[in-house]
C-alpha cells in the first residue's frame, strides 16, 4: 500500500521519491493551490473576518491529482517547506481535500526538512506532527491585513491620485525610506572641510604618513580648518616644525567571523559581492536547495533558504571543523565550537542557518554540475558557513604620536594582519566601497623620542558628502533593522516597486519616481500612522506573537481594522484641492527648485504673473498655471510615459556613434511608446524602406546607453547556442510583450532580471525547458509535416496546428492526447486565429460547403433562441480557521 506525500515542487518531487521507495508517492503541489479571490468581500471583518478561499485552474487540478493518489493509501504526509508559506500550503491541501470527502480514514501528518538529502528526508518521515496552528494562524492575519489594507487603501488612492497604481502593507513603508533619503539628499548641503597630511622619514629613510591632529596646541574637530586660508596656516606650521616620536602604542585586536547566512544577510553579500538582485539571489537559492544530478541522484546542495535562524546542526558544525583542520590546520580550529544567537523574534520562523549540506562538496567539486552563477552563488555560501567555524583573525595596531613642541601633533597609523584567521577564506563586505588604509598601512620600526624628518606636507580640501541611496542589500538592512517585513517578502517586495514604476535602479541604487513620491507625499499627509515605520514594526512584533501562540490572530485583526477604517472613512470628505495642496507644500522644493539666479522657480514661463503648481487630472499628476485657463501651460511629470527622463535627447535623438561596418550613425530617439535606437536615416528616395530600429530592452536607461548596447539591440535575434539534445537553435529577441528566447516553435519570456544580450546558453535552456512542460508535440500533420502541439492556455489545453486551434475536451489530461486525436479535433472543432497585432476573434477554418437536406433547409428558416449560457461555479471555501 502506498503512502502519499506532499511537496512543493516537482523537481523535489521527483528526488524524495527516490530517497523514499516504492511504499511512497511524492506528489507536488506547484506552491499554493488557493488564495484569497482579488475582489472586494474576499475576506469580512463584519463577519468575524471570515475569509473566502478560490482555487485557480492549476490549484484544482493538482489537489485532483492528490486526491486521485490518496485512494489506497493509511497516510497523507504534508512536506512543504518549512517556513511560514509552507505550514500555510499544507493547511490548504488539507482542507481542499476535507471538502471533497477523501481523507476518510487517512492519517494526516505534518513533516519537515531543511535540506533535501537521504538522511534529511528519512529523519523528517520519522518524526511526524500535526499541523501548527499558531504559525497558519499567523498566515492567516499577513494575508488578511495585505488584503484589507490593499483593497481598501488603493481605492482611495485612484479617486483621491489619479495615475497611482496601488498600496501595500509593508511596501509602502519601505517606499517611504527611499523617497526620505532622496529627500535628505536633495536638501544636502556640503559643507567644506581641510585636512592637513605629510609623509616623514625615519632616521633610517623609511617613509610613512602622518595626519595633523592637533594645531596650536588644539585638537582639530572636522570644521576646525574650514577655509584655504585656516589650512595653509597649519601646513606652514607643520613644514616648520622639527618633529620627534613622543609616543608608540601598540595592541593586539582580534576579529571574530561573520555568523553564517540568514535570508536577509545571503541577499546583502551576493548583491555587493556578486551584484545579484533579491529576487536572482533567491531564484538561484531555490535551484541549489532542490539540488543538481551527481552521479545519477539528485542532491540538495545547501539547506533551506529562508529563515531567520543562524544556528547550525551540531552535526554539520562537527563536520565544518573536520574540513577547516584537513584544509588549514589546526591554528585555524577555534578551542570550541562557535555558537550563534538568533535575532529573530518569532522562534518558530529560526530554522538552521544557510548552509551547504555536505561540506566535502567544496565549490570545486560541483562547479562543472552548475551554471556559472549557481556556482558563485554555491561558493559564497560555503565559503561563510566555513569561516563562521574558523578562528578568530588577529592584528598588531599601531599608533605613532609626533609632536614638535610647538602645539603641533602628528599621527600615523598602522596595523600588521598578524595572523589571518577566517580571514584566509572570507572577507564580509559593506556598503562603503572605501577600503579601511588601517588594516592594511605597515608602518615601518618607528621607538620612542625618533626624530623625524619632513619629506612632504600636504593641505587637502574635502566636501561632506550626502547619505547614499539605498542599495538592495542597504535597503533589506534597514528593513531587518527596523522590524518591518521577514525573510521571505523582501525580494517580492523590492520588485513590487519596480514593477509599479515607483522606484528605478540606477548604478544599482534606488532612486524614487514621481509617482513613487506623490504616493509617499499623500499616505504621509494623510495616513501617516499607517506608513510609519516603528507602527508597521509593532505590527509584526504582534503577528510574531500569534505565531508563538501568545495572541489571538482575530484580536490582532480587529484592533487594527477599526482604526484604519475610521482613518479611511475620514478621506471620504477630503477634497481634490486639500490633496494638491498637501502634496504641493510636499514635494514643491523637489519639482520646483531653487534657481542659481535667485528667480522664482515657479514663475510660468509662459505668461506674467502666472505661478506653477501641482495639478490632478484623469489620467495622473502634472506641472500648470494657476492662470488656467487663460493660461493652458502645462508640464508632464518625469513618471509620465513610463521612460525616465533624458535630457540629452536634443531635437528629440542623440548620437551613441557609427557602426563600425557600415560607418552609419546610431542614435537614440523618443518614439510614441519609448525610447529606441535607430541605425542610419530614411532613404528619400525609396520611402518603403525604413532604417532598422530596435526598442530598449526592459532595464535600460537612455542616459546611460552605450553604443555597444545599441549595436546588440539592432543586431537581435541573436543566436544564443545550439541545444546539446535536439540540435536547434536557440535565439534571443525582443518582441511585442518583451524580450524572449526561442527554440523552434516554443518562445519562453525572460524575468525581469535577464539581460536579452548576455543571457547564457544554460539560462536558456532552463527556460525553454520551463516552458516545454507546458508544450507538447504530438506527431506531424499528415497534410504538411507541421507539428501539432498540445499547449496550456488560459482557459484549459488546446491543440494548434500552425494558426489553428481547438480546445480539448473538459477532462481531458494533456499527456493524454495522440495525433489523430489531435488531427480530428482541429478539423472538427478548429479556428483560426487572428493574425498578431490585428483585434478580432478566432475564426471558423473554414470547411467545405455541403448542399442543405430538405429536413435541415426548413429548420433553417425558423428564427433561433440563443440558450443563456450557465454561470460558472466558483470554486470558493470558506476559512475553518
Known sequence: MTDIVVVESPAKAKTINKYLGDGYKVVASFGHVRDLPPKDGSVRPDEDFAMDWEADDRGSKQIGEIAKALKGAKTLYLATDPDREGEAISWHVRAMLESKNVLKGINVERVTFNEITK?????????????????????????????????????????????????????????????????????????????VEAVLLTPTGAPYPAKLTHFQGKKLDQFDLNNETAARAAEAAVRAGAFSVSSVEKKRTRRNPPPPFITSTLQQEASRKLGLSSQQTMRLAQQLYEGVDMGGDTVGLITYMRTDGVQLAKEAVQAIRGQIKSEFGESYLPAAPREYQSKAKNAQEAHEAIRPTDISLTPAKVARMLNPEQAKLYELIYKRAMACQMSAAELDQTSVDLTDGAGQTLRA???????????????????????????????????????????????????????????????????????????????????????????????????????????????????????????????????????????????????FWDDFSAAVAQT????????????????????????????????????????????????????????????????????????????????????LGQNPETGEDITLRRGPYGLYVQQGEPDPNDKKAKPKRASLARGMDGNTITLEEALGLLSLPRLVGIHPETGQKIEANIGRFGPYVKMGAIFASLDRDDNVLHLGLNRAMDLIAKKQESIRTVGAHPKDGEPVLVRKGRFGPYAQWGNTVANLPRGQEMTAVTLDEAVALLAEKGKVMAPKGKKGAAKKAPAKKAEAKPAAKKAADKPKTTKAPAKPKAKKAATAA
Open 572 to 655: 471620504k470628505e477630503l477634497k481634490i484641492s486639500d490633496v494638491i495642496d498637501a502634496l504641493d507644500a510636499d514635494l514643491g522644493p523637489h519639482f520646483f527648485p531653487a534657481r542659481e539666479d535667485g528667480s522664482d522657480p515657479r514663475a510660468c514661463p509662459s505668461c506674467s504673473g502666472g505661478r506653477l503648481g501641482l495639478k490632478l487630472g484623469r489620467f495622473g499628476s502634472f506641472i500648470g498655471c494657476s492662470n488656467y485657463p487663460t493660461c493652458q501651460y502645462t508640464r508632464k511629470l518625469a513618471v509620465e510615459g513610463g521612460d525616465n527622463p533624458d535630457d540629452s535627447l536634443k531635437d528629440g535623438m542623440r548620437v
Open 119 to 195: 538522511s534529511a528526508i528519512k529523519t523528517a518521515m520519522a518524526h511526524p506532527r500535526k499541523l501548527d496552528m499558531p504559525l497558519i494562524e499567523a498566515y492567516l492575519a499577513r494575508r488578511a491585513l495585505d488584503y484589507l489594507v490593499g483593497f481598501t487603501l488603493s481605492p482611495v488612492l485612484w479617486r483621491k491620485l489619479p495615475g497611482s497604481r496601488s498600496a501595500g502593507r509593508v511596501q509602502s513603508v519601505a517606499l517611504r525610506l527611499v523617497c526620505e533619503r532622496e529627500a535628505e539628499i536633495e536638501v544636502f548641503k556640503a559643507r567644506e572641510y581641510w585636512t
Open 413 to 559: 597609523t598602522g596595523s600588521v594582519l598578524a595572523f589571518d584567521g577566517f580571514l584566509r577564506l572570507y572577507r564580509e563586505d559593506t556598503d562603503d566601497t572605501a577600503q579601511d588604509d588601517d588594516d592594511t598601512r605597515i608602518l615601518p620600526p618607528i621607538a620612542k623620542g625618533d626624530p623625524a624628518k619632513t619629506r612632504d606636507v600636504a593641505a587637502n580640501q574635502h566636501f561632506t558628502q550626502p547619505p547614499p541611496r539605498y542599495s538592495e542589500a542597504s535597503l533589506v538592512k534597514k528593513m531587518e533593522e527596523l522590524g518591518i517585513g521577514r525573510p521571505s517578502t523582501y525580494a517580492s517586495i523590492l520588485s513590487v516597486l519596480r514593477d509599479r514604476n515607483y522606484v528605478r535602479l540606477e548604478a544599482r541604487r534606488f532612486i524614487p519616481e514621481d509617482r513613487g513620491r506623490l504616493v509617499t507625499a499623500f499616505l504621509t499627509s494623510f495616513f501617516a500612522r499607517y506608513v510609519d515605520t516603528g507602527f508597521t514594526a509593532n505590527l509584526e512584533e504582534q503577528l510574531d506573537e500569534v505565531a508563538e501562540g501568545n495572541a489571538n490572530w482575530r484580536a490582532v485583526l480587529r484592533a
